[in-house]
T-cell receptor
Framework: GQNIDQPTEMTATEGAIVQINCTYQ??????LFWYQQHAGEAPTFLSY????GLEEKGRFSSFLSRSKGYSYLLLKELQMKDSASYLC??????????FGAGTRLTVKP | EPEVTQTPSHQVTQMGQEVILRCVPI?????FYWYRQILGQKVEFLVS????????KSEIFDDQFSVERPDGSNFTLKIRSTKLEDSAMYFC???????????FGQGTRLTVV
């Protein structure tokens, strides 16, 4: 089976830093993706990791450890517009991309 | 900026009817996907399509579902004998490579009554 686990909800303060964790156990691994999804909208791509380490893209960074089946998304200098669901997704060896249930982040003033 | 387009944005259908959801992927992309998201739930993989054939499908994608690429631009999902529990947002996505990100369309909200 495919297991991709994330916390259900998180709350953080505007201007702060938040880390959203994702652990996975899948039949294969060809990369891990993070998407952002605002309510009622489509997921939009944030980051992609296929090798171990940290990928930085502006205020967003993503980390991967393949040996631990673990990733995190780091959001810095939080803004109110960052309130959304953050979806961890794993591409397996079979050219599918399986999503976790998503972490709903609420940014408060 | 190129984008994945889906039509219609909303579809209401009676239980037992067939629906066809349409997608136009980004023009130079070769990998196509359908996903489903029931209200308040996770994004669920249905099927991936490459080189004019299904490359992977999930346990959800049973005989009720089929996909087709009827011409060089469209990618369709057909759902036969719709059930109430098929009500969901259906997202089409496309990607340029097997290991690249997928870009999502805005979705078709299907309501079965």
């Amino acid at each position: 089976g495919q297991n991709i686990d994330q916390p259900t909800e998180m709350t953080a303060t505007e201007g702060a830093i938040v880390q959203i964790n994702c652990t996975y156990q899948t039949s294969g691994f060809n990369g891990l993706f993070w998407y952002q999804q605002h309510a009622g909208e489509a997921p939009t791509f944030l980051s992609y990791n296929v090798l171990d380490g940290l990928e930085e893209k502006g205020r967003f960074s993503s980390f991967l450890s393949r040996s631990k089946g673990y990733s995190y998304l780091l959001l810095k200098e939080l803004q109110m517009k960052d309130s959304a669901s953050y979806l961890c997704a794993v591409r397996t060896n079979n050219n599918d991309m399986r999503f976790g249930a998503g972490t709903r982040l609420t940014v408060k003033p | 900026e190129p984008e994945v387009t889906q039509t219609p944005s909303h579809q209401v259908t009676q239980m037992g009817q067939e629906v066809i959801l349409r997608c136009v992927p980004i023009s130079n992309h070769l990998y196509f996907y359908w996903y489903r998201q029931i209200l308040g739930q996770k994004v669920e993989f249905l099927v991936s399509f490459y080189n004019n054939e299904i490359s992977e499908k999930s346990e959800i994608f049973d005989d009720q579902f089929s996909v087709e690429r009827p011409d060089g631009s469209n990618f369709t999902l057909k759902i036969r004998s719709t059930k109430l529990e098929d009500s969901a947002m259906y997202f089409c996505a496309s990607g340029s490579g097997a290991n690249t990100e997928a870009f999502f369309g805005q979705g078709t909200r299907l309501t079965v009554v």
